[in-house]
């Protein structure tokens, strides 16, 4: 099927400003998953005796976990719309609203009552603010991937847009310093007014954000498809007539994000049971270590995909990650904490860092531009709306004294396996020119020395 308002494609983007737009990347990022992953702290270590009747901690336990669920199930709703306007109206306009919409919702839930003031209505304020952070992490990621792909050069694509997942990254690490010294606190101090200060900081966060992504330049790609009136009308139907199967594509690879889910709140969460008893400081410890070995890991990840392709490199991290994750619930289950902070690192810290900081390039260049914020925010949000309920599933399958942590490594394999057939079949990207991303065989045509594209919008 031909677009009804195809028009010329150039065979090189426009010149772009790689290093402005990663750095821009890189700190909104990191400053709105600050605001998203201090939700999965406090859902894993707090909220179950603040939010949730504490007279069956089981049950809440199991509720708060699901409520960190509740922004993933929100975040396909949030692609849907956001994607169509990103693909409308710009890349930037994107950035700068999703971040304060996430600073906003994030600075609310600091303000909330708890259970003992309020009963039932605590929690469902709660689920409203978390549905919020889902909407706006929902456009975040897409956009800002879509930003550095398209500013960066042919050759260095993986690397730049890295910078996206990198700053996920430190946004995490953020989170798990904000929470060290309050989950140090006394419990009576903590379950009072400890665990706001850091929702209540995210008002700072989402000011420095804006101000900063308030000076970034909207992508030359998109520009000129603005000058050239060839931006696409209605970018979501367009994706799903011609591009359904790359959605398909990334949706499958997406489910690899379980595996961050399932380390960063399920194994927080029984590592700091009755069942095993680590100290909660200890277990953020391991979190934040691994984080910071990824911030080094993905950048040099990304590189290796520049030159040898991404499919190798996110094959790596996927396989390899159906294999740690038996290591490192293993390692929890024997209760040494040396043992489990070394293979925390090497598992999230090295291993799924190949998977992490490819994905942003790898899920990019499957779309061309007129449709490529669309495609990466449906497709992700879809596959990280099942790996953010996997938490819940991973207790359930746990049972209720987490005592079949074997169960819930035989569930994370098997997801990593299918995210690693996705990427098997899929299409080697690396090397194809940055204007001929996503298009099909009929919309590419010889032309002079080499392959152009002579029919198909920006």
């Not at 391991?286 to 984080?291: F, Q, T």
């Not at 995909?305 to 396989?319: C, E, Q, Y």
């Not at 098997?424 to 001929?436: C, I, L």
């Amino acid at each position: 099927m031909s677009h009804p308002e195809a028009a010329p494609v150039p065979s090189a983007p426009p010149v772009g400003k790689p290093r402005k737009a990663a750095f821009a990347a890189w700190i909104g990022s990191a400053l709105e998953y600050y605001d998203f992953f201090i939700y999965g702290s406090a859902a894993a270590l707090v909220f179950p005796k603040v939010f949730f009747d504490p007279d069956d901690p089981a049950t809440a336990t199991l509720i708060s976990l699901a409520t960190f669920g509740v922004a993933y199930a929100a975040r396909p709703v949030g692609a849907l719309f956001l994607g169509h306007i990103g693909d409308r109206v710009g890349r930037r306009t994107i950035m700068v609203w999703t971040l304060v919409l996430m600073g906003l919702s994030t600075f609310l839930i600091g303000c909330l009552p708890t259970y003992a003031q309020a009963g039932t209505l605590a929690p469902t304020l709660l689920v409203l603010m978390r549905v919020l952070q889902g909407l706006s992490a929902a456009g975040e990621q897409a956009s800002a991937n879509a930003m550095t792909l398209e500013h960066a050069p042919e050759h260095r694509r993986g690397y730049y847009t890295s910078f996206t997942l990198n700053g996920t990254q430190a946004g995490q690490i953020l989170a798990t310093l904000a929470f060290i010294p309050v989950a140090a606190l006394p419990d009576e101090q903590l379950y009072t007014w400890g665990w706001r200060i850091p929702f209540l900081l995210s008002a700072v966060v989402a000011v420095i954000g804006f101000v900063i992504r308030r000076t970034l330049d909207e992508t030359p790609v998109f520009q000129e498809a603005s000058a050239n009136e060839a931006v696409a009308k209605m970018p979501l139907a367009e994706l799903l007539v011609n591009h359904w199967a790359s959605v398909l594509r990334v949706i499958c690879a997406a489910l690899i994000a379980t595996v961050s889910t399932i380390f960063s709140v399920w194994a927080l969460a029984y590592a700091t049971s009755d069942a095993v008893g680590l100290d909660k400081t200890g277990m953020l410890w391991v979190n934040g270590c691994a984080n910071a070995v990824a911030l080094l890991a993905i950048p040099l990840w990304a590189r290796l995909s520049d030159r040898i392709g991404r499919k190798p490199v996110f094959l790596t991290g996927a396989i390899g990650c159906a294999v740690l994750i038996f290591v490192y619930l293993w390692a929890i289950s024997t209760g040494s904490y040396p043992l489990v902070f070394g293979v925390g690192v090497l598992f999230f810290g090295v291993v799924y860092s190949a998977a992490n900081g490819i994905w942003p390039s790898f899920y990019g260049e499957m779309f061309p531009a007129r449709v490529r914020l669309s495609g990466m925010a449906v497709g992700t949000q879809i596959g990280f709306a099942v790996a953010g309920f996997a938490v819940t599933i991973a207790e359930q399958i746990a049972g209720g004294d987490g005592s079949n942590w074997v169960g819930v490594a035989v569930f994370s394999a098997a997801v990593c396996v299918i995210c690693a057939v996705a990427v098997a079949t899929g299409r080697e990207t690396h090397k194809v020119p940055t204007a001929e991303l996503g298009l099909r065989a009929d919309e590419l045509g010889a032309q002079g020395g080499g392959a152009k594209v002579e029919s198909a919008a920006v």
